[in-house]
């Protein structure tokens, strides 16, 4: 199965005039003068998208390529909306209270009075580029869809392929301005939504490369805390031996020696702590905009004496109740606590606990824990 780059790089190049062929993996593409020109490249020319199993006379493309770049060149003379006929999906009969109970689950609440109603609901996906930097970089793509109208997270990953790769109908290249102002309202207010749901699966995909980066930065600490430990305990040995020969000029000499040493190893901790820092981009490269039939549902969740209505939608792709979204940070949240003043819909990083106090107190009404701490 090819990767989406490499079926990214094929469907450019043949919408370029290049007669492109899939092998194994690979691609090799005979491509005219001009296009070849433009790339950088020979006119037949085998690209490769793996560097473990690439051939020897193949490119490797991966996401830092400058071959990347320079596909932006062509990307630029496309245009900028596309449309694609959509699938077609059937809705099927549900029962609303047990959808929603086995889907979500609050710990300290109860939900009541579902209620559902076929209908349609607009979906924006991403496709997003993340970089992990740090004393190793490692870069990939994730794709992420936000259900626009109700404000839930489904998961769609793979719609874009379905989407792009069905072959009935061509492919609008062409908006009128009144719906390319529209699509631009609709993504802009779904990226807040998007880029907390994108932050997550980065970050899960992450996790492994992360964990062996600080299994690596403890290792590198405790040969530098064994180093400097040795030096500190010999000097101190010294001024031991200098304070009972009441040397007064010894002694003052090993202690300016264990100031130097502590300032010594101080400034190496901070050299490790800055060397394994963990920084991560994310950087929106495409956006598709859908319509699909959903069931709408609403829900009435209750916490204490106060209540508040949900929206969610069950697709018919999905086959599932899409998550809503947490309140405080925008992921999709399954098992979800509720605040107590405004009835928050939160995930378990949105209602912590104070590091000062201990208090638990809602992310979504407070910036900060709400006690003054004296």
Request: positive net charge.
């Amino acid at each position: 199965m090819s990767s989406p780059l490499a079926d990214f790089t094929a469907r450019l190049l043949t919408r370029h005039g290049a007669l492109v062929e899939h092998d194994r993996g690979e691609i090799v593409a005979v491509m005219p003068p001009p296009l070849a020109t433009e790339l950088g490249v020979a006119e037949y020319q085998r690209f490769a998208f793996d560097r473990r199993t690439a051939g020897p006379h193949a490119l490797v493309v991966d996401y830092e390529s400058p071959l990347v770049e320079r596909f932006g060149r062509l990307v630029d003379t496309i245009g900028r909306i596309a449309g694609a006929p959509p699938p077609h999906v059937a809705l099927k009969a549900l029962d609303p209270e047990e959808v929603v109970t086995r889907a979500i689950t609050l710990t300290n609440g109860v939900i009541r009075d579902c209620r559902v109603e076929a209908g349609c609901a607009r979906y924006v996906g991403f496709m997003v580029r993340f970089e992990l930097l740090a004393d190793e970089r490692i870069s990939g793509m994730t794709e992420v869809w936000v259900n626009h109208t109700t404000r839930s997270v489904p998961r769609l990953e793979g719609l874009v392929t379905r989407l792009l790769s069905r072959r009935e109908g061509t492919v609008d290249a062409t908006a009128e301005p009144a719906a390319c102002d529209d699509v631009r309202g609709i993504v802009a207010g779904a990226w807040a939504t998007g880029a907390a749901v994108a932050r997550r699966q980065v970050e899960n995909r992450l996790l492994d490369a992360i964990a062996s980066l600080r299994r690596r930065r403890e290792r590198d600490f405790e040969r530098l805390r064994e180093y400097y430990q040795a030096i500190d305990e010999e000097i101190r040995r010294r001024a031991r031996r200098a304070l009972t020969k009441r040397d007064e000029a010894a002694v003052k000499a090993e202690t300016s020696r264990l100031d130097a040493t502590a300032h010594a190893f101080r400034g190496r901790v901070a050299e490790l702590v800055d060397r394994y820092r963990v920084r991560v981009r994310l950087e929106p490269l495409a956006t598709v905009v859908c319509t699909l039939p959903v069931h709408h549902i609403t829900a009435r969740i209750y916490r204490r004496s106060a209540s508040r209505t949900i929206a969610v939608a069950w697709n018919a792709i999905d086959r599932a109740l899409e998550s809503p979204a947490c309140d405080g940070c925008g992921a999709g949240v399954s098992t979800a606590t509720l605040c107590d003043d405004r009835v928050h819909v939160l995930c378990s990083g949105c209602q912590g606990d104070c590091e000062t106090c201990g208090r638990s107190y809602c992310k979504a009404c407070h910036t900060r824990c709400p006690r003054q701490h004296r």
